[in-house]
């Protein structure tokens, strides 16, 4: 099998014993259990192709009924959807599975100074899932999280003396950071990477970033409160 899957049969399929717990879970769920009974083993990336898919609204019922709980530490409840109707709950555990993808993904490293800029209220998953991935990149972290409006200027002098090299934060949160900082004249000379989560990028961000900082970078990474993390790019 080629081209379908991320990784190779070889690396994957070691991996597999997750998808196989999910699916004897899946099992248990009145709901859904017609669906899976006849697919007993995934073991091959040709039996994950072959498994039903699991839509939004599927996987909502799943945790319903498994509210499930970390095998360590913590589980944490986070918002799924919302903006326009009652949240949805999703479930992580401490750690916010960060570390898988510090394995293959680097952007922060002991050196850096750190913005977290996502916010941290309303059951808002993103900012504690940044805040454990700079705990295994070993940086100095500014958990910053959501400003009003008048504070921006006086932040952006705190982050310049400070040295600030990288900063996080959803495309929108971005623009507001850095259009306040273009538009009051800030310099951030230290600042080099760019972290970036939970939307699509404005176009608008790379004029005012080249403007403020002029040797930052891009680091995204991609995925959804379902999904979690499937994917990362590099500058």
């Known amino acids: 099998m080629t081209g379908s899957f991320s990784l190779p049969p070889a690396v994957a399929e070691p991996r597999l014993h997750v998808a196989q717990r999910s699916l004897r879970l899946l099992k248990t769920v009145p709901e859904l259990a017609p669906r899976y009974a006849e697919h007993e083993k995934v073991l091959t990336l040709e039996h994950v192709a072959a498994l039903p898919p699991l839509v939004k609204d599927d996987l909502n019922v799943a945790l319903a009924h498994l509210r499930p709980k970390a095998e360590a530490g913590a589980t944490w409840l986070f918002q799924s959807g919302g903006s326009t109707g009652a949240p949805k709950v999703g479930y ?72 600030v090299t990288a900063i996080g934060g959803t495309p929108s949160v971005l623009r507001l950071w850095f259009a306040h900082a273009r ?44 999904t979690w993390v499937v994917g990362t790019n590099t500058p």
Request: proline share 3%; with cysteine.
């Open 92 to 163: 992580a555990p401490t750690g916010f599975y960060m570390a898988g993808v510090y394995e293959q993904w680097r952007p922060l490293d002991r050196d850096d100074v750190f913005v977290n800029g996502w916010g941290a209220g309303r059951m808002w998953g993103a900012h504690f899932l940044a805040a454990a991935f700079a705990d295994l990149s070993g940086c100095q972290v500014i958990a910053l999280g959501s400003v009003t409006g008048d504070e921006y200027t006086d932040w952006l002098a705190f982050f310049a003396s400070r040295g």
């Open 183 to 226: 538009a009051a004249g800030v310099r951030l000379p230290a600042l080099r990477k760019v972290l970036w989560l939970g939307e699509a990028w404005h176009s608008q961000l790379d004029e005012d970033i080249v403007a403020v900082a002029p040797d930052a970078r891009r680091w995204g990474m991609f995925g959804s409160t379902e």
